[in-house]
Nanobody, 126 residues
Framework: QMNLVESGGGLVQPGGSLRLSCAAS????????MGWFRQAPGKEREGVAC???????DYVGSAAGRFTITRDNAKNTVYLQMNSLNADDTAVYYC????????????????????WGQGAQVTVSS
């Protein structure tokens, strides 16, 4: 059983940056693809970025070019660096793990994720 805990959320002004962390315990992340998702008030949950077990990243929509997903398997942690934030980025952000999978398999945001964190609130406002 894997436990995921997000941290690093908060209030940031438009144009600012935040780095979310997702710390895993119970299982090693080495053989898991990881994803970041978000859910804004009144909207469905959407995928933001994912990273394969082998370290290849993929992004969706407006996250491309502004967000960077990385993983540190030695620390059993995944990160989401978010830059140039705007009000549309306001949401609860969740990390999730899909696996175990081959490191050669691409991450798939539309796939089934086995473990989820409790979420971290990100609010972009002046």
């Amino acid at each position: 059983q894997m436990n995921l805990v997000e941290s690093g959320g908060g209030l940031v002004q438009p144009g600012g940056s935040l780095r979310l962390s997702c710390a895993a315990s119970g299982l090693t992340l080495d053989y898991y693809a990881m994803g970041w998702f978000r859910q804004a008030p009144g909207k469905e949950r959407e995928g933001v970025a994912c990273i394969s077990a082998g370290g290849r990243a993929d992004y969706v929509g407006s996250a491309a070019g502004r967000f960077t997903i990385t993983r540190d398997n030695a620390k059993n942690t995944v990160y989401l660096q978010m830059n140039s934030l705007n009000a549309d980025d306001t949401a609860v952000y969740y990390c999730a793990a899909d696996g175990p999978v081959s490191p050669y398999r691409e991450c798939i945001l539309s796939g089934k994720y086995d473990y989820w964190g409790q979420g971290a609130q990100v609010t972009v406002s002046s």
